[in-house]
């Protein structure tokens, strides 16, 4: 029976030392007969796993061993292409979701989509990309909406904008009734996407509305420290007290260790920490004045303390609001709305931005009148971010642009020489 090779990490072995290609050729033989597929099939209980495993350690090892680099990413793209085929014998639905199914309390199955998690956690990108597995990933993704995949465009359109209207009437109905049979349509996966997008395109709304002059609420505001806390803010506390109990409620159902793996959840805990911290800050400000012991609660800005909370919580919620609109950079390949909404001006804003991109802004053009140090230094950060953010992107389009035209003249020359 073949044995697994000893991790390469040990610090000390014989054979390296007395002939180090001879134990590297070893190893790679050793995991050559690993990865043969009739090897898989006859000894692994469960050979779709064992291949995701197998080919996950044999990518790892192919970045230290770099000599053998190839023989490495072969054997790994004969394992991923061993669970592709062992996909590919699968003639009914029901066969590609047996894996998937486990028994819950009351002795029912559900759906789990357990092999799919594993797939992700290991990388298998053909394996998610398989047919098969996009065909049963679509119907659950549609689950209890017969008939959605054949309407036109606009009566889906029509559809979506009618059930988010509907989203305050759902939102109540789904906490008295959760297992009626609304309720359960209400935690399909294409609805709660639909609702947690409208919420949270709500929520950017809020954002816009209490980082900029579309709603004033009073006109001394921005001379009060520790001011008293708006409807409008209010509104986002309850939005942000949602996403800390949507986060804290994920990492409970998956574990630390699938949390943590996903960058979006890292973008999520930066951002909800950043706003916890505007929330902190604003609550020792209030109390600070209150006591009377810190100063008048009207004050030129100027003359506000460098360390004043408020200041800092103004400067945090900033950054909070760039995190915000991050998230759906992914989505829209959108930068300029996330650096518009910490300015205190829309339009100012907007013009300044669009002439940066141009190399026609100055450093000395956000510099903020009757403002304080620390006010100064969050608006050049973010101002140098943008930049940084910018020039990826441009770089980016300029490349595909260049390796697109390379591909058109490769083309062109090809049939050229063939005529």
């Known amino acids: ?22 134990h590297s050729l070893l190893r790679i033989n050793t995991y050559r007969a690993l990865a043969s597929p009739a090897w898989i099939s006859l000894t692994s209980p469960d050979p779709i796993l064992t291949a995701f495993k197998l080919s996950w350690e044999l990518e790892h090892l192919a970045l230290r061993e770099n000599e053998f680099k190839d023989s490495y990413m072969h054997l790994s793209d004969q394992c991923k292409r061993y669970a592709c085929d062992l996909l590919d014998q699968c003639r009914s639905s029901e066969e590609v979701s047996d894996n998937e199914h486990e028994a819950d309390d009351e002795d029912n199955e559900k759906l789990t989509l357990s092999r799919l998690k594993l797939a992700l956690k290991y990388e298998q990108k053909q394996f998610v990309a398989h047919p098969h597995c996009q065909q049963l990933l679509t119907s659950i993704w549609y689950e209890g909406l017969p008939g959605w995949r054949k309407r036109n465009g606009i009566m889906k359109f029509l559809t979506c904008i009618g059930l988010i209207l509907l989203l305050p009437f759902m939102a109540v109905y789904y906490l008295i009734f959760p297992r009626s049979k609304i309720g359960q349509l209400l935690r399909s996966p294409f609805m709660k996407f639909l609702y947690h997008s ?27 420290r520790g001011p008293h806390p708006s409807e409008l803010e209010w509104l986002i506390v309850l939005w942000v007290t949602g996403f800390v109990w949507s986060e804290c409620k994920q990492l409970w159902e998956e574990g630390i260790k699938a949390y943590v793996r996903q960058w979006w959840n ?54 909070a609001n760039v995190f915000s609109f991050a998230r759906i950079i992914y989505l829209f390949q959108f930068v300029f709305v996330s650096f518009l909404v910490p300015a205190d001006r829309l339009i100012s804003s907007y013009v300044t931005l669009f002439w940066a991109m141009f190399s026609l802004t100055t450093p000395t053009s956000i510099e903020i009148q009757n403002g304080q140090h620390f006010t100064q230094t969050i608006a050049e950060l973010l101002f140098m971010a943008y930049h940084f953010m910018a020039i990826v992107l441009l770089l980016n389009m300029l490349i595909a642009m260049m390796s697109n035209s390379f591909q058109d003249i490769e083309v062109r020359d090809r049939f050229l020489v063939r005529t």
């Open 1 to 22: 029976m073949n044995e697994r090779p000893h991790d390469q990490r040990v610090t000390f072995d014989p054979q390296v030392h007395a002939d180090s290609l001879r």
């Open 198 to 224: 409208a919420s949270f395109g709500v929520f950017l709304f809020l954002l816009i509305c209490a980082s900029t002059d579309i709603v004033t609420v009073s006109s001394k505001r921005d001379r009060l």
């Open 266 to 319: 890292w973008l999520d805990f930066m951002m909800l920490s950043l706003y916890l911290a505007t929330f902190s800050l604003r609550v020792v400000a209030y109390f600070q004045i209150e006591s009377g012991r810190y100063g008048n609660r009207e004050m030129v800005r100027k003359d506000w303390p460098t360390n004043d909370p408020t200041l800092i919580s103004e400067g945090l919620f900033a950054i």
